[in-house]
């Protein structure tokens, strides 16, 4: 099986949905994202969940950033979202694979020019010199498209992770929390609790 159950689906929703409700959280889907280069050298860093479904968890990217590589190279990945004013985490591992061109197309088309631009603009990843050198990509790149639609970079586009071990820990009182573990075997899913 390899779509995540819908009970575990409808959980992660209602928590990022009751994330996104949240007045004190700024950036209610955004999640850090590990990664593990071809040294054995783990990297994390934030990045925004985009799309969600029971085939996983779709974030948009540079492929050719130091986390492209890293995904080239071994490509899985664990996710942890930490949502504070909830005092809640829910934390994913799985495997990574990009998504479909024409998926990356729809949402590199649905994002504001300025974004468009940007993706075009940034290296990621790589050595800037000054500042200003990335000001200037982006104005050339505004020019160069100017009038016109903005095509999606070739190295820019989404990744999904797979789930297949995910985890809903909630804070309770006396740190005596609740974890509630899913991970996938062989024929399906198997769920189980963890000690705090
Ligand atoms: C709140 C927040 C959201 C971010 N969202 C993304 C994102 O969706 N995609 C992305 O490539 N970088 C995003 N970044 C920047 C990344 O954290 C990171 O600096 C960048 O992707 C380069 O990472 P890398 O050099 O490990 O590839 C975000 C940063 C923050 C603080």
């Known amino acids: 099986m390899t779509q995540m159950p ?24 955004a999640m850090v994202l590990a990664t593990v280069g071809v040294d054995g050298m783990p990297a994390a860093r934030v990045v925004l969940l ?3 479904d029971a085939q996983g968890l779709v974030f948009y990217t540079n492929y050719q950033s130091n986390k492209g590589r890293d995904l080239a190279a071994n490509p899985r990945a664990a996710l942890c979202f930490h949502w504070d004013a909830l005092r ?13 061109q024409a998926e990356s197309d729809a949402y590199f088309a649905s ?15 790589r050595p800037l010199d000054r500042y200003e050198t990335l000001i200037g990509r982006a104005s050339v790149f505004a020019e160069q498209f100017e009038g016109g639609p903005v ?3 070739p190295h820019w586009g989404g990744y ?6 995910v985890e809903f ?12 573990l899913h991970v996938r075997g062989g024929d399906g899913w198997t769920e189980s609790s963890l000690f705090p």
Not at 111 to 125: D, H, K, L, N, T
Not at 160 to 165: K, L
């Open 169 to 180: 820990w909630s804070s309770k009182d006396d740190r005596l929390h609740q974890r509630d």
């Open 151 to 153: 095509p999606r970079p």
């Open 88 to 100: 809640r985490q829910l934390r994913v591992q799985g495997d990574v694979v990009q998504i479909s």
């Open 6 to 29: 819908q009970h575990i689906l409808d959980r992660m929703k209602a928590w990022i949905d009751e994330g996104v409700a949240e007045p004190g959280l700024l950036e209610p889907t």
């Open 111 to 125: 994002r504001a020019v300025g974004s468009q631009i940007g993706a075009w603009a940034s290296e990621q990843s």
């Open 160 to 165: 999904r992770v797979i789930p297949n071990r």
């Open 50 to 52: 985009k799309a969600l």
